[in-house]
């Protein structure tokens, strides 16, 4: 018995969203209005994001899970991931380009970068995130909702998320890295192009050192200067303190621009940006 198969005789109202199942959450404790409980399709491995509560849904209705069907589509999914790491990941048949404003972004800046809804992406706007010779690496979903959760999912889990964009427009040899795709879109939206998202704080580098790949690919397009214009909280500025000296290292010039705190690029309005401008 398959997954959805089990699903479907217990009679549980379930969505796809990506590589899982999402359901209400089983967890007698939890009264889960909002389905959290994602379901691994393959496996059956659960965790509920809202409580933590995990199991393996074969196991919790008192089953065996089907191994050599497990096997087999693991063997696929393997051929497949060799298939994208040679030639990228394909744009899902059935994707549908997302023609509306979204979070302040006009549908313009949306389409340049390709983002769409999907059947398989429950209740999300998703971008493909290209590497440098413009192959889908994975896909970002941000949930439609400011309350969905979690609000963003990277599509296949577990992948090195690229910078994004990998190719930077118009940089005059410098980049300004902000931290999140939205942050990225806002900065862009109003005509700053030279912006790239890392991803998170941790998406260039750490304490540990740089992401050797990403450097090299800034190094490529002739990047001499960073302007780091993070969140400004005390995790933003603190990724700025411990990646400065190792860029400076690698031989960048590096500035900050120090947000006022508990702000964001992309909560900066029209006005504020125009007048970040004159600061680039």
Same mark, same amino acid.
């Given at each position: 018995?398959?997954?959805?198969?089990?699903?479907?005789?217990?009679?549980?109202?379930?969505?796809?969203?990506?590589?899982?199942?999402?359901? =209400?959450? *089983? %967890?007698?404790?939890?009264?889960?209005?909002? /389905?959290?409980?994602?379901?691994?399709?393959?496996?059956?491995? $659960?965790?509920?994001?809202?409580?933590?509560?995990?199991?393996?849904?074969?196991?919790?209705?008192?089953?065996?899970?089907?191994?050599?069907?497990?096997?087999?589509?693991?063997?696929?999914?393997?051929?497949?991931?060799?298939?994208?790491?040679?030639?990228?990941?394909?744009?899902?048949?059935?994707?549908?380009?997302?023609?509306?404003?979204?979070?302040?972004?006009?549908?313009?800046?949306?389409?340049?970068?390709?983002?769409?809804?999907?059947?398989?992406?429950?209740?999300?706007?998703?971008?493909?995130?290209?590497?440098?010779?413009?192959?889908?690496?994975?896909?970002?979903?941000?949930?439609?909702?400011?309350?969905?959760?979690? =609000?963003? *999912? %990277?599509?296949?889990?577990?992948?090195?998320? /690229?910078?994004?964009?990998?190719?930077?427009?118009?940089?005059? $040899?410098?980049?300004?890295?902000?931290?999140?795709?939205?942050?990225?879109?806002?900065?862009?939206?109003?005509?700053?192009?030279?912006?790239?998202?890392?991803?998170?704080?941790?998406?260039?580098?750490?304490?540990?050192?740089?992401?050797?790949?990403?450097?090299?690919?800034?190094?490529?397009?002739?990047?001499?200067?960073?302007?780091?214009?993070?969140?400004?909280?005390?995790?933003?500025?603190?990724?700025?303190?411990?990646?400065?000296?190792?860029?400076?290292?690698?031989?960048?010039?590096?500035?900050?621009?120090?947000?006022?705190?508990?702000?964001?690029?992309?909560?900066?309005?029209?006005?504020?940006?125009?007048?970040?401008?004159?600061? *680039?």
């Amino acid at each position: 018995m398959t997954v959805l198969e089990l699903i479907q005789s217990n009679k549980l109202e379930y969505k796809v969203s990506g590589k899982d199942f999402l359901i =209400r959450c *089983l %967890n007698p404790e939890h009264n889960d209005r909002d /389905p959290s409980l994602r379901i691994d399709k393959l496996t059956g491995i $659960g965790h509920c994001f809202s409580c933590g509560f995990k199991l393996n849904i074969y196991k919790y209705f008192g089953l065996i899970a089907d191994t050599q069907s497990i096997y087999v589509t693991k063997i696929r999914d393997k051929i497949a991931k060799i298939y994208a790491d040679s030639y990228g990941l394909e744009m899902p048949k059935g994707a549908q380009p997302y023609t509306r404003e979204f979070r302040g972004i006009s549908p313009a800046t949306l389409q340049y970068f390709n983002a769409f809804t999907h059947k398989d992406y429950e209740d999300r706007v998703v971008f493909p995130l290209r590497d440098s010779k413009d192959k889908i690496v994975c896909f970002v979903g941000r949930h439609i909702l400011s309350a969905g959760t979690p =609000r963003y *999912l %990277n599509f296949p889990s577990g992948v090195e998320v /690229p910078l994004f964009p990998a190719k930077i427009e118009d940089n005059n $040899g410098t980049v300004i890295l902000v931290e999140g795709i939205f942050d990225m879109l806002n900065l862009y939206d109003n005509g700053i192009r030279n912006v790239v998202a890392t991803m998170g704080t941790q998406g260039l580098g750490s304490v540990k050192g740089l992401n050797k790949e990403k450097i090299l690919g800034l190094k490529l397009q002739c990047i001499h200067k960073i302007i780091f214009l993070y969140d400004g909280d005390a995790p933003g500025q603190k990724a700025v303190e411990i990646l400065k000296p190792h860029l400076e290292k690698s031989g960048f010039v590096v500035d900050n621009i120090e947000l006022p705190e508990d702000t964001d690029p992309g909560s900066l309005s029209k006005e504020d940006i125009r007048r970040l401008k004159t600061l *680039l």
